[in-house]
C-alpha cells in the first residue's frame, strides 16, 4: 500500500473512533477516556505521517492495535475477549451502544457488518531480480529474423516443360529466303526449301546441401519449418542469376539513338516488333524501375505520352504495351525483353529438398543432411527473340 494511501486508511480511523468517542461518553466515562486518547494519537499522527518511515508507521499500528484490543475487552459483556484484531475490537466495541441521530447511518452499519477491515503496511523489503539466480523466465517469438528472399523469380515468368530422360530435343528452323512471288504468265512457280535442325538440352542440376545435428533440430523446434524456407531462398537466387545470364547472353543486341530511357525502350520494342515477335515483358533493375517512375513526372508523361503508363498502385509501368517488371537480379541500366512463347523452363523433376540420416557419417555423429535440387535448364529456343539493349 502507498502512504497516501495509508494516510487516508489513517483519516478513515480517526474519523470512526470519533463517532465512538460521541456515544461512548454518555454511556461510560471510561469509554470517553479512553476514546479521547485514541482520538488524540490518531489525529496527531495523521498530521506527520509523510515524513515517517516504515518502522514508524508500523509500530503506531501496533500502538493502536493495542489500543483498540483494550477497547474491545471493556465493552465485552458476557465474556472476556483477548487477542482481537484491529477489525474485531471497533465491530465487539460498537454492539450495544445506541446510536443517536445525527451520525451517519451508513458509516454505522458498515462498521458493525464489516469484520474484515484492515490497515494494510507495505513490506519493508521487497525482493528483486537481485534476488533472482539465473535468468528471469524468457518468451519466444514465433517468428525468425531470416534475410529476405528475392521478390520475382524467373521461373515464375515463363512456361515450364517437363522432360522425363534428361535430354530434351527440338528442332530449330534458321533463317531462310522466301521465294515466293508473283508468278507471271508462263513463267515456273519459285520455290521455297525449308531445313531444320535437331538442338538438345541437357538438364544439369542446380543444387546445394546443409548438414545439422539432431541435438540442434531439437534444441530450435522451428528449424524443420524455416530450413527449407532459407535453402529455396538461396536456390532461387541462384536459380535466377544463371537463367539471367544464359538468356541475356544469348539475346540480340538491340541499339538506340535516343538518350531518355523510356523512348529507348519504345525503339527496342519496335525493333522486336519489327522481327514479328510479341515482347511479353520486359526486366529492368530496381534501381532503373526508380528512374523509369521518376521520369513519369519529371519529364510530365501522362496516360498515353511517350507510350508509358502506372499501373494502378503506381510500383510498375508499361511502355509500348509491354509490362517492364523490376528484379534485383537483373543487371543496372539493361533492359531485357522476352517473347514467352520462345523461352522455356525444361526441368526433369520438381524442385526438392530432401533429409538423410545416412550420408557419409551421418549415421554414427547424429548428423542430418539437408538437400535441395532441381534438374532443369532455361531453353532460348530462338535468340532474335530476346532483346538486350544498354539504358542511360
Known amino acids: ?135 528471469p523466465v524468457a518468451s519466444y517469438s514465433v517468428r525468425q529474423a531470416i534475410q529476405p528472399a528475392q521478390k520475382i523469380n524467373f521461373r515464375d515468368l515463363i512456361p515450364t516443360v517437363n522432360s522425363e530422360t534428361g535430354l530434351y530435343v527440338f528442332y530449330r528452323e534458321p533463317l531462310q529466303a522466301n521465294n515466293i512471288a508473283v508468278q507471271s504468265e508462263g513463267s515456273t512457280k519459285a520455290e521455297n526449301t525449308y531445313s531444320f535442325s535437331e538442338v538438345k538440352v541437357v538438364q544439369n542440376y542446380i ?21 527449407p524456407r532459407l535453402l529455396m531462398r538461396d536456390f532461387f537466387k541462384k536459380e535466377n542469376a544463371a537463367f539471367f545470364a544464359t538468356v541475356s547472353s544469348a539475346a540480340t543486341a538491340v541499339t538506340s539513338s535516343e538518350t531518355d530511357n523510356v523512348k529507348k525502350i519504345i525503339d527496342f520494342v519496335a525493333s522486336q516488333m519489327d522481327l514479328n515477335y510479341s515482347v511479353s515483358f520486359g526486366l529492368v533493375s530496381n534501381a532503373m524501375m526508380a528512374s523509369l517512375l521518376k521520369s513519369t513526372y519529371t519529364n510530365g508523361y501522362y496516360s498515353g505520352a511517350g507510350g508509358l503508363t502506372l ?50 557419417t551421418n549415421f554414427v555423429q547424429n548428423l542430418v543432411t539437408a538437400r535441395i535440387e532441381c534438374q532443369e535448364e532455361i531453353n532460348l529456343m530462338l535468340a532474335a527473340s530476346a532483346a538486350y539493349g544498354t539504358l542511360a
Request: proline share 2%; aromatic share 6%.
Open 207 to 227: 543444387a546445394g546441401f546443409s548438414t545439422f545435428t539432431k541435438q540442434m533440430a531439437t534444441s530450435l523446434p522451428w528449424l524443420q519449418n524455416t530450413l
Open 1 to 135: 500500500m502507498e502512504n497516501n494511501q495509508i494516510l487516508a486508511e489513517i483519516g478513515n480511523m480517526n474519523e470512526m473512533v470519533k463517532a465512538i468517542k460521541t456515544e461512548a461518553e454518555k454511556q461510560s466515562k471510561d469509554y470517553g477516556a479512553l476514546t479521547s486518547a485514541i482520538d488524540k494519537k490518531m489525529s496527531d499522527f495523521a498530521a506527520t505521517a509523510e515524513g515517517k518511515s516504515s518502522a514508524e508507521i508500523t509500530a503506531f499500528k501496533k500502538e493502536m492495535q493495542d489500543q483498540f484490543d483494550n477497547l474491545a475487552t471493556k465493552s465485552a459483556t458476557k465474556t472476556e475477549t483477548k487477542g482481537q484484531s484491529l477489525s474485531e475490537g471497533i465491530a465487539d466495541a460498537l454492539n450495544g451502544i445506541n446510536f443517536k441521530e445525527g451520525i451517519d447511518n451508513e458509516l454505522t452499519d458498515r462498521l458493525r457488518s464489516d469484520r474484515k477491515f484492515r490497515i494494510e503496511l507495505p513490506n519493508v523489503k521487497a525482493m528483486g531480480l537481485n534476488n533472482l539466480t539465473g535468468d
Open 311 to 360: 499501373n494502378a498502385t503506381g510500383t510498375g509501368v508499361t511502355i509500348f504495351g509491354v509490362p517492364i517488371l523490376p528484379a534485383s537480379w537483373v543487371t543496372n541500366n539493361k533492359v531485357l525483353l522476352i517473347d514467352s512463347d520462345y523461352l522455356e523452363r525444361v526441368q526433369v523433376k520438381g524442385l526438392a529438398i530432401e533429409l538423410s540420416y545416412e550420408n557419409g
